[in-house]
Protein backbone atom coordinates (compact mmCIF):
# COMPACT_ATOMS: atom_id res chain seq x y z
CA UNK A 1 0.00 0.00 0.00
CA UNK A 2 1.70 3.23 -1.11
CA UNK A 3 2.13 5.67 2.10
CA UNK A 4 -0.49 8.45 0.66
CA UNK A 5 -3.59 5.44 1.06
CA UNK A 6 -2.93 5.50 4.64
CA UNK A 7 -4.42 8.82 5.58
CA UNK A 8 -8.54 9.10 5.89
CA UNK A 9 -10.67 7.15 8.37
CA UNK A 10 -10.15 3.52 9.52
CA UNK A 11 -12.51 1.78 11.36
CA UNK A 12 -11.63 -1.27 14.20
CA UNK A 13 -11.93 -4.52 12.87
CA UNK A 14 -12.94 -5.80 16.55
CA UNK A 15 -14.59 -2.84 17.87
CA UNK A 16 -17.03 -1.27 15.37
CA UNK A 17 -17.71 2.12 18.18
CA UNK A 18 -13.60 2.82 17.40
CA UNK A 19 -12.40 4.40 14.72
CA UNK A 20 -9.47 6.63 13.47
CA UNK A 21 -8.44 9.53 11.76
CA UNK A 22 -4.89 9.04 10.60
CA UNK A 23 -3.46 12.94 9.66
CA UNK A 24 0.18 12.19 9.34
CA UNK A 25 2.28 9.44 7.70
CA UNK A 26 5.56 9.22 8.14
CA UNK A 27 8.33 7.39 6.08
CA UNK A 28 9.80 5.76 9.24
CA UNK A 29 7.09 3.20 9.57
CA UNK A 30 4.55 5.06 11.66
CA UNK A 31 1.12 7.52 11.22
CA UNK A 32 -0.22 10.03 13.62
CA UNK A 33 -3.67 11.23 14.27
CA UNK A 34 -7.07 10.71 16.36
CA UNK A 35 -8.41 8.01 17.81
CA UNK A 36 -12.45 8.25 18.58
CA UNK A 37 -14.50 5.97 20.48
CA UNK A 38 -18.52 6.09 20.89
CA UNK A 39 -19.53 5.91 24.45
CA UNK A 40 -23.38 6.53 25.18
CA UNK A 41 -22.39 9.95 26.09
CA UNK A 42 -20.58 10.99 23.08
CA UNK A 43 -17.01 10.38 22.11
CA UNK A 44 -13.82 10.13 23.44
CA UNK A 45 -10.89 11.48 21.41
CA UNK A 46 -7.04 10.77 21.83
CA UNK A 47 -4.17 11.21 20.10
CA UNK A 48 -3.07 8.09 17.91
CA UNK A 49 0.53 7.14 17.10
CA UNK A 50 0.96 3.39 15.69
CA UNK A 51 2.66 1.07 13.06
CA UNK A 52 1.93 0.89 9.79
CA UNK A 53 1.33 -2.36 10.22
CA UNK A 54 -0.19 -2.37 13.56
CA UNK A 55 -2.77 -0.12 11.46
CA UNK A 56 -3.32 -2.36 8.90
CA UNK A 57 -4.08 -5.33 10.84
CA UNK A 58 -6.11 -3.55 13.22
CA UNK A 59 -8.03 -1.52 11.02
CA UNK A 60 -10.18 -1.52 7.91
CA UNK A 61 -10.18 1.76 5.25
CA UNK A 62 -13.17 3.67 5.93
CA UNK A 63 -15.71 4.93 8.29
CA UNK A 64 -18.29 2.19 9.08
CA UNK A 65 -21.10 3.70 11.31
Known amino acids: MKKGSLNGYWTSKE ?3 RYVFVER ?8 GFSY ?3 ADGEV ?12 E ?5 LKR
Open 15 to 17: DKN
Open 25 to 32: VFKKGYVT
Open 37 to 39: LKV
Open 45 to 56: ISSLKITHDELQ
Open 58 to 62: QYEKG
